[in-house]
């Protein structure tokens, strides 16, 4: 009697099953196949050892819209006082937790303003501004560690150093817990 009902009522199970399925893996499908903007970089991340100094400062993480998409951005600026053409390097965010490493490319923002509110350095720092967009949908709930990361021209790293912010992914936004 029960594998007559069962039979005949398969096809509200089937929808029901693919149902299920459907909301267990929408967002990894949301965010593998129609995400654009504020991805990571593909590929393994392989730290080398903190090496250098630098100097930075996060001005702001907020949410935007761009392209129709909700993202955080995040702007602030680094480059490393040992190196004398620093603010010409490609810059790198690196959001750290425990077993998870994500890196973004961080575009070149103008500033002009750091060659006249840090005078003892002799380089030109107009180039040492930065923006990064990060999809909060991409991070899994946790606390990530920032680092930035220095490249020259060939993709080597010069300067890669962790510092002490982070961003913490709560369930419905990004949250920057700075000194």
């Known amino acids: 009697m029960f ?3 069962l039979w005949k009522h398969k096809i509200h199970f089937l929808i029901w099953a693919v149902f299920g399925v459907y909301l267990l893996s929408a ?3 949301h965010t593998s196949f129609f995400l654009k903007n504020g991805k990571p970089l593909d590929g393994a991340v392989v730290l ?3 090496t ?5 400062y996060v001005d702001e993480l907020r949410p935007i819209y761009y392209e129709g998409e909700e993202v955080y951005m995040l702007k602030g600026w680094v480059f ?13 965010l690196l959001l750290h937790s425990v077993g998870r490493d994500f890196v973004f490319e961080a575009g070149t923002v103008s500033r002009a ?3 006249q509110g840090m005078p003892q350095y002799s380089m030109n720092l107009d180039s ?10 991409v991070l899994p709930r946790d606390n990530y560690k920032i ?13 890669y150093r962790m510092v002490d912010e982070y961003i913490e992914r709560e369930p419905n936004r990004l949250r920057f817990i700075g000194e």
Not at 128 to 137: L, Y
Not at 147 to 159: K, M, N, S, T
């Open 48 to 50: 080398p050892d903190e």
């Open 27 to 29: 967002s990894q499908l």
């Open 52 to 56: 250098g100094e630098i100097r930075y």
């Open 128 to 137: 040492a501004g930065f923006q990064v967009m990060i999809a909060k949908d």
């Open 3 to 5: 594998m007559r009902w």
């Open 113 to 115: 303003d750091l060659n």
């Open 147 to 159: 680092g930035f990361i220095l490249e020259d021209e060939q993709g080597r790293v010069r300067v």
């Open 80 to 92: 490393a006082p040992d190196i004398a053409q620093s603010p010409e390097y490609r810059k790198k």
